[in-house]
């Protein structure tokens, strides 16, 4: 069982910066793909970013791309998401997730086995 921590959400202007961190408790982190997922209300849970368990390998989704930076510190067993250029369109609740199987990148939601409580980002115009 891993349980998900995540912090850095808030409130900023367009252009902004913000800095998202997730936290896992266990000893198996880096053995874990990590995803980041947004929602915002009335939408699906939608793919943001992902990193495969080495960190060598990402993905973004094309409304992020060039902006959003996810990484990964499996000694401190954490995930980022370094979001720039904030925009209200990316205003939601902002989730991460663990793939157990940690093989390769997963962008559906269904394919990953543990979720934070989410963060609020609100970024005003």
């Known amino acids: 069982q891993v349980q998900l921590v995540e912090s850095g959400g808030g409130l900023v202007q367009a252009g902004g910066s913000l800095r998202l961190s997730c936290a896992a408790s266990g000893r198996t982190f880096s053995s874990y793909g990590m995803g980041w997922f947004r929602q915002a209300p009335g939408k699906e849970r939608d793919i943001v970013a992902a990193v495969t368990r080495s960190g060598g390998s990402t993905y973004y989704a094309d409304s992020v791309k060039g902006r959003f930076t996810i990484s990964r510190d499996n000694a401190k067993n954490t995930v980022y998401l370094q979001m720039n250029s904030l925009k209200p369109g990316d205003t939601a609740v902002y989730y991460c997730?663990?793939?157990?199987?940690?093989?390769?990148?997963?962008?559906?939601?269904?394919?990953?086995?543990?979720w934070g409580q989410g963060t609020q980002v609100t970024v005003s115009s």
């Open positions: 997730a663990a793939d157990r199987l940690g093989v390769g990148i997963r962008t559906n939601p269904s394919r990953y086995d543990y």
